[in-house]
Each structure stands twice: as C-alpha cells, then as structure tokens.
C-alpha cells in the first residue's frame, strides 16, 4: 500500500485520519505524515492495510494502469 493509496481507502470509506487511528491504533499523526510520503515502518503499513481491509477495501496493484483501491462488494 502506498500513500496515494491509503488517501483513496480513506476516501472510499468515506473515514477521517481520526477514524483510521481509532480502527488501527496507529496515531493520527503518523498517519498524515504517511499521507504526505514520509517512510514507515512495514508493521504499522500493514496495520492500517488490515484495518482498511476490514472497512471493505481492496487493494489493486500496480498492473500497468496503476495502483488503487475499490470497495469491496458487501
């Protein structure tokens, strides 16, 4: 997951950088600073990979057409 991808989940879900921190246990902080492209540490990545995960978001990879994310179907 890369950072344009999490701004996407966040979007899709229609969730603040508060309400992903709340879901993930990863502060709001380091959430925004990952937004804007600082580097992280994977276990955090992958923390807010699965809280999203379990909002209802897959996650695309890149496949030529460029990363992203959809909603999954419920």
Do not use: H, Y
């Amino acid at each position: 997951m890369n950072a344009d991808q999490l701004r996407m989940a966040r979007a899709a879900l229609r969730w603040s950088v508060r309400d992903l921190a709340e879901k993930s246990g990863i502060t709001a902080n380091t959430i925004s600073r990952i937004e804007n492209g600082s580097d992280t540490r994977t276990s955090t990545v992958e923390a807010l990979k699965r809280a999203l995960e379990e909002g209802g978001v897959t996650f695309i990879p890149e496949n030529g057409g460029g990363a992203g994310v959809r909603l999954a179907c419920r």
